[in-house]
């Protein structure tokens, strides 16, 4: 019993004395470095003890005359260390071995990079500021953000960089922290520093945690003057000081001490804590046992450089146990002073080999043993790669936080039912919010300078989503509401019901009054491009949110505070890799599009890539027609052709089947009894939809109704509308009314075909029509409509798109010579859709390419999207399978399949069995596959100037560029 107790004793023993032993400087190999650390510090003379103190500051954007200054202080003073500020990477790299070369021992190179390089430098990478990530509930990402900023540090040829801020920001007038630190939690701050920490020394880039003791409570600069905290120990010990407790026994290699007045640490109140021995030996040191490098805050800030002259200043700097001076204002000077405070005995040797001794174990475990020199090469392409662009989107998505979601506001569901508006407040851009919501349904933007004509403006939506958008160029720009803004938001709210979504600091909310009438309270933190679109997808439930509060708000909502959305499963946005495929090779599709205008195949088009529910591709190329006029956009309609078949018709029938109101064996002769006494009599639903009933493909049906001369004939035709003739055809063309069911009766009297093959044939989608119309007392239009598309968010996609759309949204088809004689332009291409007066079940359609995805991504997803269940998973497993493939019938029921045969080059044959989706005449294919969870739509008007122009069909572009997609999945 008694040896148990001395052994757990000696163990105990020993840990203690480990701890206080603690030397984060030190190398893992550690004898290699000291002898590396002593051959350096046994040679040197003084003047180059001495110099190993400074940290100069250098710029990569001035000229050559700062340079040779830079470049006299290291010949002249060797100095041993340099912090970079304002430039650019190519520049600092360029200069950075400019002088590591004229130094004779390896220069520490230091920067100011807490949210990235971008904090000083042009063209690098900007991640979001602590207040941002303090909102994260995942301390491992934080990890992965020190992780990416080191390895950044390294590439550049940095070795420490000032980071993270570790001061709890308890004040929120706080005029120079505020959003730099992680919160007012100080656990908070402190598991977010030591992950943070961990990530970036992992890199060997050293750390800085700063500002020593705590500037989080403070109401001043230190850049402008001598910020005061007035505070007992106790209080200062339990906050402010908290973080660093963990952090020193968490191996943090360094501390930056603030220019700070706090009597309870320092008595003499005019001295900066940053030149007090009392602060930085007896406490930092002494007590808390910290053994990494010491460093002031910069000495040409207000805060220290009011105290004394220069020289002084860094002498007394020094004296009070800092390792390294940052940013001198007059090196020269400070040399002499310290060189005489030696000569005079106030200073020892030994005191200025203590921190030498320390710099030079820095710089070997940073690595400027073996290599202090910057390779020029590639250097903005891995300082901008995809990897940040994925820790990018993590971080922010990880963050946003909602704060409040009465009545399950959030995440709009029941789109059908909504009608949204958008309103902006801010003195900052927020089209990148507006123009992703608009990816999920029609959302108006509505504004006035005047709030009557607003309100009045408001009154036909039920939902009004309000934008607050902050500058997001540095974390110190303002984020207050204006006394306005407040009022109009307050009235806004009270009418209506209301999402406000914050793009500015959390400490905005401090002044609104109440949240009493806002439904939904979204923080986004910051006004980034990034951060509006990603919680423009969480407010339509494409993304969960996840944040929570890094500050309180009043006693309304506590730190910590922070709703968990849930996900409607509605597409999001993002980039490839995020899914596991390549952007590098998904550029093939970006050149394939060039050929096609070049070899002028189409005019235009779009052409759209989604997999596991996230659209990563979607770019629109080209010209509306062959002039220059009209760019195709993302948002502008194309007659999808057949696309219709299994976009419009079958999703009606897929319905009906369901309810049991149709069955697969159901026959036609069942369906319309006019085809009773036909030969189509006995045809199943199955079969015509799986095109194996012996259909004739088409029927020319406009030739018969032409005259002599090949036009429109005026026993079927008239200019204008009335009741004997109201099927528009075309402008001012207008086909007699009693044709739609002449139609019917050309079809039930055309022959079959002899025997029983695969026909792909348009012709049952005319008889499913006239079933599902005479059914429902209503046209396609309105089904679909009311059916599928409001719900769905697909505002885009319609039949007769001319009545809802101007014509330039609408991408014209064919110069037609044969029936209209004119430009197709809103009206459909196919003949025999235009017949019915452009609602046909087997064409008719227009839609964008972000509509159609959503479709077939409710297809994939086995009939549920966007919070609703369209149809049962069994439903859709029954029309996704082919009846027929003992006869070589590829086709499913409605959806296309892939071959089975392999000339027939339905896909590029790189897509699996469970795979489908259809083409379309004028130049459309759409096809999502279960297994790789791709959607692919692709969408022109090949048929432009004319049907005869067939370079995208004999070249099997479609498909070509589906065998790109399939090439670029990397997992």
């Known amino acids: 019993m008694y040896k148990r107790i001395l052994f757990t004793f000696l163990i105990l023993s020993n840990f203690l004395l480990q701890a206080q032993e603690l030397d984060p400087l030190k190398a893992k190999d550690e004898f290699a470095q000291k002898k590396w650390v002593d051959s350096l510090l046994n040679t040197m003379t003084i003047d180059e003890k001495i110099g190993q103190l400074f940290m100069v500051q250098a710029y990569s954007n001035s000229d050559e005359k700062h340079s040779e200054v830079i470049d006299s202080l290291i010949e002249k003073y060797n100095i041993g260390c340099l912090i970079f500020m304002q430039g650019t990477p190519e520049k600092q790299a360029v200069l950075t071995n400019r002088y590591q070369l004229k130094s004779k021992i390896p220069l520490l190179i230091g920067f100011d990079g807490e949210?990235?390089?971008?904090?000083?430098?042009?063209?690098?990478?900007?991640?979001?500021?602590?207040?941002?990530?303090?909102?994260?509930?995942?301390?491992?990402?934080?990890?992965?953000?020190?992780?990416?900023?080191?390895?950044?540090?390294?590439?550049?040829?940095?070795?420490?960089?000032?980071?993270?801020?570790?001061?709890v920001n308890t004040n929120p007038e706080n005029p120079i922290i505020g959003n730099r630190s992680f919160g007012e939690s100080r656990e908070n701050v402190t598991e977010k520093s030591i992950a943070f920490i961990k990530g970036m020394q992992s890199q060997h880039v050293l750390s800085s945690a700063k500002h020593?003791?705590?500037?989080?409570?403070?109401?001043?600069?230190?850049?402008?003057?001598?910020?005061?905290?007035?505070?007992?120990?106790?209080?200062?010990?339990?906050?402010?000081?908290?973080?660093?407790?963990?952090?020193?026994?968490?191996?943090l290699t360094s501390v930056m001490v603030a220019h700070l007045s706090v009597s309870a640490l320092e008595p003499n109140i005019q001295l900066p804590t940053s030149l007090s021995y009392n602060v930085i030996t007896n406490l930092l040191k002494n007590k808390l046992k910290f053994n990494g490098l010491i460093l002031t805050d910069a000495l040409n800030m207000k805060g220290a450089s009011n105290y004394a002259e220069p020289g002084e200043v860094d002498l007394a700097a020094f004296l009070a146990g800092n390792d390294i001076l940052l940013i001198p204002e007059n090196v020269p000077a400070a040399v002499l002073k310290i060189k005489n405070a030696l000569e005079n005995k106030i200073i020892t040797e030994e005191r200025l080999n203590y921190s030498v001794e320390k710099i030079l174990k820095a710089k070997y475990w940073a690595g400027l043993n073996t290599s202090k020199f910057v390779d020029l090469n590639n250097l903005q392409n891995d300082l901008n790669s995809i990897n940040d662009d994925l820790l990018h989107r993590k971080l922010v998505e990880n963050s946003i936080s909602l704060l409040k979601n009465d009545g399950v506001i959030f995440p709009i569901q029941n789109l059908d039912k909504k009608n949204i508006a958008y309103v902006k407040f801010g003195d900052d851009d927020g089209s990148a919010f507006v123009n992703m919501?608009?990816?999920?349904?029609?959302?108006?933007?509505?504004?006035?300078?005047?709030?009557?004509?607003?309100?009045?403006?408001?009154?036909?939506?039920?939902?009004?989503?309000?934008?607050?958008?902050?500058?997001?160029?540095?974390?110190?720009?303002?984020?207050?509401?204006?006394?306005?803004?407040?009022?109009?938001?307050?009235?806004?709210?009270?009418?209506?019901?209301?999402?406000?979504?914050?793009?500015?600091?959390?400490?905005?909310?401090?002044?609104?009054?109440?949240?009493?009438?806002m439904e939904g309270l979204l923080i986004s933190y910051q006004n980034s491009i990034l951060s509006q679109e990603?919680?423009?997808?969480?407010?339509?439930?494409?993304?969960?949110?996840?944040?929570?509060?890094?500050?309180?708000?009043?006693?309304?909502?506590?730190?910590?505070?922070?709703?968990?959305?849930?996900?409607?499963?509605?597409?999001?946005?993002?980039?490839?890799?995020?899914?596991?495929?390549?952007?590098?090779?998904?550029?093939?599709?970006?050149?394939?599009?060039?050929?096609?205008?070049?070899?002028?195949?189409?005019?235009?088009?779009?052409?759209?890539?989604?997999?596991?529910?996230?659209?990563?591709?979607?770019?629109?190329?080209?010209?509306?027609?062959?002039?220059?006029?009209?760019?195709?956009?993302?948002?502008?309609?194309?007659?999808?052709?057949?696309?219709?078949?299994?976009?419009?018709?079958?999703?009606?029938?897929?319905?009906?089947?369901?309810?049991?109101?149709?069955?697969?064996?159901?026959?036609?002769?069942?369906?319309?009894?006019?085809?009773?006494?036909?030969?189509?009599?006995?045809?199943?639903?199955?079969?015509?939809?799986?095109?194996?009933?012996?259909?004739?493909a088409w029927v020319p049906f406009y030739v018969k109704t032409l005259d002599s001369t090949k036009h429109p004939a005026t026993e079927y035709y008239r200019k204008e509308y009335s009741k004997k003739f109201n099927l528009k055809v075309y402008d001012s063309l207008y086909l007699r009314t009693d044709y739609k069911d002449s139609i019917i009766d050309i079809i039930a009297k055309t022959d079959l075909l002899d025997t029983p093959q695969y026909k792909y044939s348009d012709l049952s989608y005319f008889l499913f029509k006239e079933y599902i119309e005479k059914l429902y007392k209503k046209d396609l239009n309105e089904l679909t409509q009311a059916h599928f598309y409001k719900a769905l968010g697909a505002n885009r996609t319609t039949y007769l798109p001319i009545e809802k759309f101007n014509l330039n949204e609408i991408v014209p088809t064919e110069k037609d010579n044969y029936y209209r004689y004119n430009l197709v332009h809103g009206y459909v291409h196919d003949m025999g859709?235009?017949?019915?007066?452009?609602?046909?079940?087997?064409?008719?359609?227009?839609?964008?390419?972000?509509?159609?995805?959503?479709?077939?991504?409710?297809?994939?997803?086995?009939?549920?999207?966007?919070?609703?269940?369209?149809?049962?998973?069994?439903?859709?497993?029954?029309?996704?399978?082919?009846?027929?493939?003992?006869?070589?019938?590829?086709?499913?029921?409605?959806?296309?399949?892939?071959?089975?045969?392999?000339?027939?080059?339905?896909?590029?044959?790189?897509?699996s069995d469970k795979s489908f989706g259809h083409s379309g005449f004028t130049g459309t294919y759409t096809w999502a596959d279960p297994e790789s969870e791709i959607v692919y739509v692709f969408l022109s008007n090949r048929v432009f100037p004319t049907a005869e122009n067939r370079g995208l069909v004999r070249e099997n572009i479609r498909t070509i560029i589906q065998q790109y997609i399939q090439d670029a999945i990397i997992y």
């Open 115 to 167: 949210w990235g390089l971008d904090m000083r430098l042009k063209n690098t990478y900007r991640f979001p500021w602590n207040m941002t990530l303090g909102a994260i509930r995942n301390d491992q990402l934080i990890e992965d953000f020190g992780v990416q900023l080191g390895k950044h540090c390294k590439r550049l040829g940095i070795h420490i960089n000032f980071a993270p801020v570790v001061d």
């Open 212 to 251: 020593f003791p705590g500037h989080g409570d403070t109401s001043s600069d230190s850049h402008k003057t001598l910020p005061v905290l007035d505070f007992d120990f106790n209080r200062l010990d339990s906050i402010e000081i908290y973080p660093y407790k963990s952090l020193i026994n968490n191996n």
């Open 437 to 517: 919501l608009k990816n999920y349904t029609n959302v108006d933007v509505v504004s006035s300078e005047n709030l009557d004509d607003l309100i009045t403006q408001l009154e036909p939506y039920n939902l009004v989503i309000i934008g607050y958008h902050k500058s997001n160029v540095n974390p110190w720009k303002g984020y207050k509401f204006l006394n306005k803004e407040l009022v109009w938001i307050e009235e806004i709210a009270r009418l209506k019901k209301v999402i406000v979504d914050v793009f500015a600091s959390p400490y905005s909310l401090l002044d609104v009054d109440t949240f009493e009438n």
């Open 534 to 696: 990603i919680s423009s997808q969480m407010i339509f439930g494409a993304i969960e949110t996840k944040g929570k509060l890094p500050v309180s708000i009043h006693n309304v909502f506590s730190e910590g505070h922070g709703l968990i959305s849930t996900s409607l499963k509605r597409l999001a946005y993002t980039i490839p890799e995020e899914v596991g495929m390549s952007s590098e090779k998904l550029k093939k599709i970006d050149s394939m599009a060039a050929i096609v205008l070049k070899e002028k195949m189409a005019p235009g088009m779009q052409i759209l890539v989604a997999r596991r529910g996230k659209v990563i591709y979607n770019k629109s190329f080209g010209n509306q027609t062959d002039s220059d006029s009209l760019k195709v956009e993302n948002n502008n309609l194309y007659d999808v052709a057949s696309l219709t078949k299994i976009l419009a018709s079958l999703p009606l029938i897929m319905e009906l089947e369901e309810k049991g109101t149709i069955k697969l064996e159901t026959t036609l002769g069942t369906l319309l009894p006019k085809l009773k006494k036909t030969n189509k009599n006995k045809i199943m639903v199955k079969e015509v939809l799986s095109h194996y009933g012996r259909l004739q």
């Open 833 to 911: 859709a235009a017949m019915q007066g452009g609602i046909g079940g087997h064409a008719g359609l227009f839609s964008n390419a972000n509509d159609i995805a959503k479709i077939m991504q409710m297809y994939l997803q086995k009939g549920y999207y966007g919070g609703k269940r369209y149809f049962k998973t069994e439903t859709i497993d029954t029309f996704n399978y082919r009846y027929y493939a003992d006869q070589k019938v590829r086709k499913g029921l409605g959806f296309d399949k892939p071959q089975i045969v392999e000339a027939e080059k339905a896909t590029c044959g790189c897509v």
